[in-house]
């Protein structure tokens, strides 16, 4: 009984140690996982907000270009109303 209970002890105790530093392993790969994903998505919520940025940057810009050119436009509806008149005027005479 003495030698059965010595070599099943140290049987468990090899397979007690693998299982242990498997165990260890897997929950120090979990670990490094979540910090990587933690830095991940600290990066992408910076970018995400970079990106916001100039998008409302991008966008009143945008904004004032096309402001110009409605004025622009306006301005050369009116003048070509006015150079139709003075040629439709001119033609009569």
């Not at 007690?16 to 991940?40: M, V």
């Not at 919520?45 to 990106?51: E, F, I, P, R, S």
């Not at 306006?74 to 005027?89: P, R």
Request: some cysteine; hydrophobic content about 35%.
């Amino acid at each position: 009984m003495p030698e059965n209970f010595v070599q099943m002890v140290s049987d468990l105790g090899g397979t007690l140690g693998s299982l242990i530093a498997c165990f260890w392993y897997i929950k120090y790969q979990s670990d490094q996982f979540s910090k990587r994903e933690e830095r991940w998505i600290t990066k992408d919520d910076h970018n995400d907000q970079a990106l916001r940025d100039l998008m409302t940057t991008s966008h009143s810009q945008l904004l004032t270009v096309l402001t110009g050119v409605n004025t622009t436009l306006k301005e050369m509806t009116v003048a070509i109303s006015e150079l139709k008149q003075t040629i439709e005027h001119g033609e009569r005479r």
